[in-house]
């Protein structure tokens, strides 16, 4: 069955980029059916979609309008995985980060990443 | 953008309770609705698709009425692993996809 595999810092300073990566087993992320997601977790925002990217016959990408203008999804064929790249953090953005797969429902969730933006 | 409501935000319950708990979207969406259940230290688990279509495992004590605005999840008989957060999910108009705030369901 498909698992996503989660890596990246639990900390990250002020005005920093937030970099998580989301390894895939048992589907391709060039899949022709699936949206690969971040979505964060924190007590003040509650659950926030992030963005998502997939392929369909090209690759397109989507980003929530609170991040948009900081954040880059991008799929890595290569390595079968796909990252989140966020700009310019503030501790606003200390969350609880999942990567998901799904195009209307999340049916298959990474284990999550707790980041913390401090100094 | 569509916005989602839950209610209550807490509920408080016993072992064998029947419990609903409402969500509203801020405008018609059909029956583009998920609910997820969330335990402690773990990720959301989808429970419901498209309003009331019971995920494969899920057992049938829950279950999800409602079109539109208006969206109920129902658990009949109560169990002590059910205690948990549910969230709403609307896919009707993506992006960007849209939580409800949660509702923690309290023994």
């Known amino acids: 069955q498909v698992q996503l595999q989660q890596s990246g810092p639990g900390l990250v300073k002020p005005s920093q980029t937030l970099s998580l990566t989301c390894a895939i087993s048992g589907d391709s992320v060039s899949s022709s059916t699936a949206a690969w997601n971040w979505i964060r977790q924190s007590p003040s925002r509650g659950l926030e979609w992030l963005g998502r990217t997939y392929y369909r016959s090209n690759w397109y990408h989507d980003y929530a309008v609170s991040v948009e203008g900081r954040i880059t999804i991008n799929p890595d064929t290569s390595k079968n995985q796909f990252s989140l790249h966020l700009d310019s953090v503030t501790p606003e953005d200390t969350a609880l980060y999942y990567c998901?797969?799904?195009?209307?429902?999340?049916?298959?969730w990474g284990h999550g990443t707790m980041v913390t933006v401090s100094s | 953008d569509i916005q989602m409501t839950q209610s209550p935000s807490s509920l408080s319950a016993s072992v064998g309770d029947r419990v609903t708990i409402t969500c509203r979207a801020s405008?018609?969406?059909?029956?583009?609705l998920n609910w997820y259940q969330q335990k402690p230290g773990k990720a959301p688990n989808l429970l419901i698709y498209?309003?009331?279509s019971l995920q494969s495992g899920v057992p049938s004590r829950f279950s999800g009425s409602g079109s539109g605005t208006d969206f109920t999840l129902t658990i009949t008989s109560l169990q002590p692993e059910d205690f948990a957060t549910y969230y709403c999910?609307?896919?009707?108009?993506?992006?960007?996809?849209?939580f409800g705030q949660g509702t923690k369901l309290e023994i």
């Open positions: 999910q609307q896919f009707y108009s993506t992006p960007p996809v849209a």
């Open positions: 498209a309003a009331s």
């Open positions: 405008q018609n969406i059909n029956t583009y």
């Open positions: 998901a797969e799904g195009r209307d429902a999340f049916d298959i």
